[in-house]
């Protein structure tokens, strides 16, 4: 039986990110205003995060949307490379999203590995492909994951797993730092500035990425009602935020702030020119032909 109650959780994994080194990386932001901590590479002990998870009986699932060309372009590369990298050693199942269930790969899994197939429909609209996710994540942890798993991580299907990504990137409400805005100034953030949309804001921390979140099934569940929410919201009013679901990732980030930061090294953009500051390449952006995926 997997399931753990979160009362039950050891204060003792919580206090592993106060003995991060916050030192380790002078040339970087390792820390918030808030005191949550940004993880980069040098500041933690692997061995420790994962004897500590594995003790507190974590388990964690995944999701990730295979719609319609998607499936075919990415999500092999997804699962396989996720096996060879992702929280390795502990309890992990992938809920895999897609309108084509019969054509998702077969991959070989690790013990204590599972997958599970659930069939969605194809909206027509690529931004509601991405947006409706919102929806279908918050019904899933109702349904299914708030019974059985920890954890929860949000992922899109467009990345490819290169090095370890693991239990360190655990916590209650984790958001990612987007890889070409972490060193710009703030006015540069492409947060959503038309004030008849919901995910509307004029100031914020930082600009998160959308490709992943995660935390505990209840602050994932937050989130995602509260973005699926406002989301609907707009549709009733004809607007759509500029970055669709992220636009509104980002205003619920603000007004309810993350306890844990990934690093850029979490999801990196091979194009950026400038790597100095990333050490470990955990997973990188997927090479995109938005020709032939956008179209037809
Ligand atoms: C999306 C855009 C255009 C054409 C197709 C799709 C599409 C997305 C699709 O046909 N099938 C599908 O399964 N998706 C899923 O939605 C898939 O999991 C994909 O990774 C995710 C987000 O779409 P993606 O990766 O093309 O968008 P990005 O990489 O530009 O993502 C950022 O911005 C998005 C909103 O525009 C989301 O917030 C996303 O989380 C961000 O990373
Ligand atoms: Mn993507």
């Not at 590369?77 to 992938?94: C, D, K």
């Not at 958001?175 to 060193?183: D, F, N, P």
């Not at 970055?243 to 603000?254: A, C, V």
Request: charged share 25%.
């Amino acid at each position: 039986e997997l399931y753990v109650p979160r009362e039950s959780t050891p204060a003792t994994i919580n206090d592993l990110d106060g003995k991060l080194n916050f030192g380790a990386r002078p040339n970087v932001q390792t820390q918030t205003s808030w005191n949550a901590p940004i993880m980069w590479e040098l500041m933690f002990d692997n061995n420790l995060y994962d004897q500590k998870y594995k003790e507190a009986n974590t388990a964690v699932a995944i999701t990730v949307f295979a719609v319609g060309r998607y499936l075919e372009a990415y999500l092999k590369t997804f699962l396989t490379s996720a096996e060879e990298h992702f929280m390795l050693g502990l309890p992990v199942t992938y809920f895999v999203f897609t309108d084509l269930p019969e054509q998702v790969p077969e991959i070989t899994l690790a013990p204590q590995r599972n997958i599970s197939i659930v069939k969605v429909e194809k909206h027509s609209r690529w931004q509601d492909i991405s947006m409706m996710r919102m929806k279908t994540i918050s019904e899933l942890i109702d349904a299914v994951l708030q019974h059985k798993f920890t954890h929860v991580f949000c992922f899109d299907v467009d990345q490819i797993f290169k090095g370890r990504f693991g239990s360190e990137a655990l916590g209650e409400s984790v958001a990612l730092l987007h890889a070409h805005y972490y060193k710009l100034p703030k006015y540069r953030f492409t947060y959503d500035r038309n004030p008849e949309s919901k995910a509307y804001m004029t100031e914020g921390d930082y600009y998160y990425h959308a490709a992943i979140f995660g935390g505990t099934c209840e602050k994932v569940k937050a989130l995602a009602d509260y973005c699926y929410v406002n989301i609907m919201e707009d549709k009733l009013k004809n607007v759509e935020a500029l970055w669709h679901d992220e636009s509104h990732l980002n205003k619920y980030f603000w007004l309810n702030k993350p306890t844990k930061l990934l690093s850029p090294e979490y999801c990196w953009d091979e194009y950026i020119v400038n790597a100095e500051d990333i050490l470990v390449k955990r997973l990188v952006w997927a090479p995109k032909d938005y020709e032939k995926l956008r179209t037809g």
